[in-house]
């Protein structure tokens, strides 16, 4: 995703280290845990921000003063200046709405299980911050429109996968998660709901 946003020459600069997006990524949740430790499954300083305990503005702001304080050491660090890269992409809803992309296969696949009658309500439930999932609903209406409810991190304070977060969402959608099925892209999110005892699919479509 933060390939589109980050400038050319810089990128062609790091990635001639043999560096890579993921190793990126991976560098970014390093930094991210110096900040303020490391959380359930992520930095924590990104989980305060998907669960609503801090605003993107300030989660922002906290880190770019982070790496301009590691700056005044490392002036000409091309690392450091992706990482900010990649750090405006994530707490920027503005920017992340645009680079996040609808898997329509996925989508095409539901709605015809539900018109066959296979499936009779589908929902949506993830970690997101408000901002970001109140965008993307304005943007997609029409895919936001076949969902019968959605549950995102922000509104209790919960993050996937913790037990607690599955099964406020099934309280509050009013559903059996034992007679559901869950969609997972993640695996490691998936081996959890499956430790649950829930139905899993791990999604393999694309597109």
Request: charged share 25%; net charge positive.
């Amino acid at each position: 995703m933060a390939l589109k946003y980050l400038n050319k020459v810089r990128l062609m600069k790091y990635t001639a280290r043999g560096e890579n997006p993921y190793n990126l990524r991976k560098k970014l949740d390093s930094l991210l845990s110096e900040i303020e430790g490391g959380g359930l499954t992520r930095p924590s300083i990104i989980e305060k921000w998907l669960t609503g305990q801090s605003s993107s503005t300030d989660s922002l702001t906290l880190v770019k003063g982070y790496i301009d304080q590691k700056r005044l050491v490392r002036k000409n660090s091309t690392t450091l200046g992706l990482l900010m890269d990649i750090a405006k992409l994530t707490f920027t809803p503005d920017i992340l709405v645009q680079v996040l992309i609808v898997n329509n296969t996925l989508i095409r696949w539901l709605l015809e299980l539900k018109k066959a009658g296979n499936i009779t309500c589908i929902y949506l439930s993830g970690n997101m911050d408000k901002m970001t999932f109140s965008l993307l609903a304005n943007i997609h209406r029409d895919v936001f429109s076949i969902f019968d409810g959605t549950y995102m991190s922000f509104e209790d304070s919960l993050l996937k996968p913790k037990r607690e977060f599955y099964d406020r969402m099934s309280s509050k959608l009013n559903f059996n998660p034992f007679k559901t099925c869950f969609i997972e892209e993640n695996q490691s999110d998936a081996n959890v709901l499956s430790s649950y005892g829930f139905a899993v699919v791990l999604n393999k479509f694309t597109g």
